[in-house]
């Protein structure tokens, strides 16, 4: 016979659980194969290609004159020379050597480089199919896409082997690439900025010095304060610093993300927020199979907990206090839906609870919750945002 439970408390802690997860059936960025909470966590799953911005502008190219391109075709077939000959014309037109390989050699198409010094090797291996189809990894060219090709290949010969980054998942990084990046900015918050400069307190946590930040010349003027200074509007210690930085970045409307220059290093860029739908975002999606209470255990465990009527900034305030989570605003969000925490007041009586119930409670009526979430350093944290998790700034 069906029996229901008889703890209460037990009750309550799976409800806060539940409703902590997301409502989207559609999540956000997550940290892939991201380990049991305090573990390094590996590189995030891969973003999806972003959307072509209005009025995106590429990156200024690099000069080409130090790269060569070495271009191998392969017939998949010996009967195919017309076909071969046919790429080779093509390619003189655009000013490329190629050696055609014959004889049945079997070989994958590739593209691979080297560097000696400021001199670089691109070698692009492709194939010639029964149809006349050339091949390479992730593009085909037929007969008439001779445009097409040539614009491919100056690409080559401009940010080498790994092409255009424009477009592509995770912000065109490699692995390595993104797994540097993502490890560059795990390094823990420790002090309180709030009421510091922006730019003094970006500039404190490490960018711009060890790790490379630009500002985009769209927001320069308001990067320089020149109409109204910007200053750090909340606390984030606690968060490591890559999570951090997108949080005091989108408290002014702005974000950053990476950006790989023709010549290979990888800088940070701040730009504006409304522009970028591809900003790195205010911390990752839990891994769907681990429980939230195990990345923030301290705010689903049961204590006593009790206190007056108080503004519910407070009670956040606390909360980071008791349980050592760093709690943040999305402020943006908060504005746009005229919710001013700091008129709403929030009181418990003294009895045994979780921190996650009572900030879901202090919550209730204003539309927002408390969303976990995780940085780069492998730690929960929570932001404060619209119910909707679609809604909550990235």
């Known amino acids: 016979m069906f029996r229901q439970p008889t703890n209460p408390r037990l009750l309550l802690l799976i409800f806060a659980v539940a409703a902590a997860s997301p409502a989207s059936a559609q999540p956000p960025v997550q940290p892939p194969n991201a380990p049991k909470p305090q573990r390094i966590f590996p590189p995030p799953k891969e973003p999806a290609a972003p959307p072509t911005r209005p009025g995106q502008q590429a990156p200024k190219p690099a000069e080409a004159s130090n790269t060569t391109l070495q271009i191998d075709l392969v017939m998949t077939e010996a009967t195919q020379s017309l076909q071969s000959q046919t790429w080779g014309r093509v390619f003189d037109r655009l000013g490329q050597r190629v050696r055609i390989k014959t004889g049945g050699i079997e070989e994958d198409p590739r593209i691979s480089e080297t560097n000696r010094g400021p001199l670089r090797t691109v070698l692009v291996v492709g194939t010639i199919d029964r149809r006349g189809t050339l091949s390479f990894p992730g593009k085909s060219f037929n007969s008439g896409d001779e445009k097409a090709l040539g614009e491919w290949l100056d690409e080559l010969k401009v940010y080498g082997a790994q092409g255009n980054p424009a477009g592509k998942p995770r912000w065109g990084l490699n692995t390595e690439q993104f797994k540097q990046i993502f490890e560059l900015l795990a390094e823990n918050v420790e002090t309180d900025l709030k009421g510091q400069p922006l730019i003094d307190a970006v500039r404190s946590l490490g960018f711009g010095i060890e790790v490379p930040l630009r500002i985009h010349d769209s927001v320069a003027a308001k990067w320089k304060g020149e109409t109204a ?3 750090v509007l909340q606390d984030v210690r606690g968060l490591s610093r890559g999570s951090a930085l997108a949080v005091l970045l989108n408290d002014h409307g702005l974000c950053y993300r990476p950006v790989r220059t023709p010549a ?56 980071r206090t008791q349980t050592g989570t760093a709690i943040v605003l999305d402020l943006p969000a908060l504005a746009q839906k005229e919710v001013d925490l700091t008129q709403k007041t929030y009181g ?5 609870t979780a921190w996650i119930l009572v900030l879901q409670n202090a919550l209730t009526g204003t539309n927002l919750r408390p969303h976990i979430r995780i940085d780069e350093a492998g730690r929960g944290f929570i932001v404060v945002g619209p119910f909707d998790s679609k809604s909550l700034s990235r």
């Open 229 to 231: 200074p910007l200053m």
């Open 264 to 319: 290979g290093p990888i800088e940070l860029v701040v730009t504006d927020k409304a522009q970028t739908p591809d900003g790195w975002p205010m911390g990752w999606e839990p891994r769907p199979d681990v429980q939230r209470s195990e990345y923030a255990p301290a705010l689903f465990a049961f204590g006593p907990v009790g206190f007056l009527e108080r503004p519910v900034t407070e009670t956040l305030e606390e909360a």
């Open 348 to 352: 418990v009586p003294q009895k045994k």
